[in-house]
C-alpha cells in the first residue's frame, strides 16, 4: 500500500436549499475542492459519491454535468457514515495503486425535505373516543444495544443513554450544554456552517425540550449539502500544488461487535484499531471532528476514543479541553450540532476541516497549535463506525 494525501476540499454551505438542486451543490463543491487542489476535471481518474438521498444514479448526474470524461463512478450508502466510507473507498483506490486521483463526494438534500407541504390527516369523528394508550413492556435487563435501538427514534435513545449518563457518572445538564455552546460558537466563525449564531448556556438548555433532557439545541438539523475532497498518491501531490497535504495514517471501517453496541464499543474497537495502525495514541490528537448528532455523544466518544477514562467526558468539556484553545480541540467546524448533519456529506466535510486547519487556513476558528494529527469518526444506524487518522 501507497502513501496517499488529502490534496483539495471544497464545500457547498450547509443549511435549507428549497431553490438548489443535488446537482447544483454538488458541482459547486467539486468546482472548489479542484480549485483548492489546483487541479482540472479531467485530472480525476475515479470518484465515490457517499448519499443517503438522491436516487438512482445521483453521483453520476454531479459528475456528468462536470464534464464526461469515462472516469469511473460508484455510489456509496451507509447510513451516516456515507460520506467517510466514500473517502475510504477513495483512499483505497489510490493506496491500492489502482488510481492516482480520486474524487471523494457528498450530497443530500434532507432538510428540504421537511419544507414540503405535510399530507393532512384523515379527520376524526367530532364525538370520537381517543386512542388507548399505547402498552408499553417492562424493558429487558442488560437488552443488547442493536435491539433497543430499533425500538425508538434516535433521540429518545440517546435522551435514554444522557439520563443513564446523568444518574451513573455525574455528568451534568451544565455539560451537556457546554457541549452545544461550544459547537455553536465554533460554527459562528465558520461560513459553511448552518447555524452561524453563538448561544449562550442558558439558551441551549432552555430551548424547546425534544426529549429530556436533550433540549432543540441540544440536537442536530436535517439539512441540505454538499462536501467533495481529492486525494491523490503522495508521490504525484507536487504536480499540482505546494500546499501542505496530510497524509492519510490510517483507515478503519467496523461493523457491530459481539455485544451488539455499535456506538460506544464500536467506537472504541475501531478507533484502537486506528492508533495502531497509525503508530499513535490518543495524546496525539491536535483535533478530532466526531459524530455529534445529540451532545451526548460527543461526551461518551471522547471516552470511547481514549482521551479520558470512562465517566469522564463531562469534566473534559466543563474543563475546556475539547475547545478550540484546549489541549484535544473537539468539532473546530461546529460538528453536526451546528454545522449541520446532511447525511451523506457529513463525513468528508470532516476531513475538509482537517485538511485547512492543518494548512492553516480556518480564520478565525483556526487552532493557535500547530495541527500534526487529526482524527476523523462517523457512527452510522445499522452498525457502522468510520474513523480515519492524518498527519500533517
Not at 12 to 17: A, K, L
Not at 227 to 256: E, L, M
Not at 325 to 331: A, D, K, L, Q
Amino acid at each position: 500500500m501507497r502513501d496517499v494525501v488529502v490534496i483539495g476540499a471544497g464545500l457547498h454551505r450547509y443549511g435549507m436549499f428549497p431553490d438548489k438542486t443535488t446537482v447544483d451543490m454538488g458541482t459547486e463543491a467539486i468546482s472548489l475542492a479542484l480549485k483548492d487542489a489546483g487541479m482540472a476535471w479531467k485530472d480525476i481518474e475515479a470518484a465515490y459519491c457517499g448519499t443517503v438521498q438522491p436516487g438512482v444514479s445521483g453521483g453520476h448526474a454531479i459528475c456528468n454535468k462536470m464534464g464526461y470524461t469515462g472516469l469511473g463512478i460508484t455510489i456509496v450508502e451507509n447510513a451516516s457514515a456515507s460520506g467517510s466510507s466514500a473517502f475510504r473507498e477513495a483512499y483505497m483506490s489510490v493506496a491500492s495503486g489502482q488510481n492516482d486521483v480520486v474524487l471523494a463526494f457528498g450530497v443530500d438534500k434532507l432538510g428540504s425535505q421537511l419544507l414540503a407541504p405535510m399530507v393532512p390527516s384523515q379527520p376524526q369523528p367530532v364525538n370520537a373516543a381517543p386512542p388507548e394508550p399505547a402498552k408499553t413492556q417492562p424493558e429487558p435487563e442488560n437488552e443488547r444495544v442493536d435491539a433497543k435501538f430499533r425500538k425508538m427514534l434516535p433521540v429518545q435513545y440517546f435522551a435514554g443513554i444522557a439520563r443513564h449518563y446523568m444518574e451513573e457518572y455525574g455528568v451534568t445538564r451544565e455539560q451537556l450544554g457546554q457541549v452545544s455552546v461550544k459547537s455553536h460558537f465554533n460554527a459562528s466563525l465558520n461560513p459553511y456552517a448552518h447555524f452561524r449564531k453563538p448561544c449562550t448556556l442558558e439558551q441551549a438548555n432552555n430551548a424547546r425540550m425534544v426529549e429530556d433532557p436533550l433540549t432543540v439545541l441540544h440536537c442536530c438539523p436535517m439539512d441540505d449539502g454538499a462536501a467533495a475532497v481529492i486525494v491523490c498518491a503522495q508521490d504525484s501531490a507536487k504536480q499540482f500544488t505546494d500546499k501542505p497535504c496530510p497524509t492519510i495514517a490510517a483507515s478503519v471501517n467496523r461493523s457491530t461487535p459481539e455485544d451488539g453496541d455499535f456506538f460506544i464499543t464500536l467506537t472504541r474497537q475501531a478507533s484502537q484499531e486506528a492508533y495502531r495502525n497509525a503508530g499513535i495514541s490518543p495524546a496525539d490528537l491536535d483535533l478530532v471532528e466526531l459524530h455529534d448528532a445529540f451532545t451526548i455523544e460527543e461526551i461518551m466518544y471522547l471516552e470511547a476514543l481514549g482521551l479520558c477514562e470512562a465517566g469522564q467526558g463531562g469534566r473534559l468539556v466543563e474543563d475546556g479541553v475539547t475547545a478550540l484553545t484546549g489541549r484535544h480541540p473537539v468539532n473546530a467546524s461546529g460538528g453536526l450540532i451546528s454545522m449541520g448533519h446532511p447525511v451523506g456529506p457529513t463525513g468528508i466535510g470532516q476531513v475538509a476541516e482537517v485538511l485547512w486547519q492543518m494548512r492553516g487556513e480556518c480564520g478565525k476558528r483556526q487552532i493557535a497549535r500547530p495541527v500534526n494529527c487529526a482524527l476523523t469518526h462517523m457512527v452510522g444506524a445499522g452498525g457502522v463506525c468510520v474513523i480515519h487518522l492524518f498527519k500533517r
